[in-house]
Each structure stands twice: as C-alpha cells, then as structure tokens.
C-alpha cells in the first residue's frame, strides 16, 4: 500500500477527499461518530497513512492499551487487522500515530477507516490533536461563510469549544 495522503485541502480530482462533507454542504462533522465513538478526523483535513508490514515495533512499550480510535476517510479499501501509520500535519510539526484498522465502512465514494490506537500516551495525544483539527476545520467553515476579515481566532476558537468539546470521548 505504501504512503498514502488521504485528505488534503486543495487537491482537485485526485482521488483524495476535499473540504466538503459526505452531503455536499460546507460545514464541519461530528467529532465523534456516534455509532462507534471513535473520534472522526475532519473532512478535508490532511492525513497521510503507511501500512506498517512487520507490525508495530514500539507495541510492547505501552502495554496499556488505549481506549480510542480516529475514523479518517480513504477513497481505498483498507482491510481490518492491518497496522496502520498515519500521520497528521499540525502547525508546522507532525502528529503520528499508530494503530489496528478494525473497522471498514463503505460510504458512498469513500471508506470510513476505524483506527484502534495501540498505546494509551497516544489515545490523550490524540484526542488534544483532533480537537486542534476539528477547530482548525471550524475556522476554515468560518472564514468561508462570513468573510476572512471578521474572524478572531481565539474566539472562534472558544465558540467551537463551548459548542462541541463536550462531544470528544473521554479517556
């Protein structure tokens, strides 16, 4: 499979998913997908994934488990049981995370890829990320609607967390 980007905002046609949402409206998704409770990566949000062939090498360092798992769209199919890599580009530095894909969704033109996270220092990690993601995306939606000039980030920033923080799963 190799390295794969999954979501990226200005890719036109190539296969990838763009910044609107399943329904073809602008607007954010829900952090947390209500039939699983893993935490959904933002449409349109970059995320690259590297299927790991000899397992996970740093598995047996955290043998805690964790208790979350990210959901990202691919336009492939990813089968379950593959150990995955996937990496999220966030100010400037890289975000990884590895995991166990145990959960494949065809929906529509795309599959929804369930991620069991492997170790516990990831699942706090992560959930701090997708909420940067999610309010990243809300900004974005933000701007689009009512013009880049009338935005304050820091208090769009406080309206997504008053609106939504309470909807990422908990540890």
């Known amino acids: 499979m190799g390295s794969q980007r999954l979501n990226q905002y200005k890719k036109k046609s190539t296969g990838l998913r763009g910044p609107f949402p399943r329904n073809g409206q602008r607007g954010t998704t829900a952090i947390k997908d209500e039939q699983t409770g ?7 949000f970059p995320i690259e994934c590297k299927r790991l ?4 090498p740093d598995a047996g360092k955290d043998r805690g488990g964790s208790d979350i798992g990210l959901m990202f769209d ?7 049981g593959v150990t995955l890599e ?3 580009p966030l100010r400037n530095e890289i975000e990884k995370f590895r995991g166990k894909v145990v959960l494949v969704r065809h929906n529509g033109d795309c599959y929804e890829i369930g991620l069991w996270l492997r170790r516990h220092a990831d699942a706090s990690r992560a959930r701090i990320v997708e909420q940067i993601c999610h309010i990243e995306a809300y900004l ?3 701007k689009f609607r ?4 009338v ?3 820091e208090r769009a920033a406080e309206e997504w967390i008053t609106k939504y923080a309470s909807t990422v799963p908990s540890l």
């Open 74 to 80: 691919s336009e492939k199919y990813i089968r379950p």
């Open 38 to 44: 893993f935490i959904h990566h933002p449409t349109g």
């Open 151 to 153: 935005i304050n980030r």
């Open 53 to 56: 062939w000899f397992g996970d």
């Open 140 to 142: 974005k939606d933000k």
């Open 146 to 149: 009512e013009g880049p000039y």
């Open 86 to 88: 996937i990496t999220i």
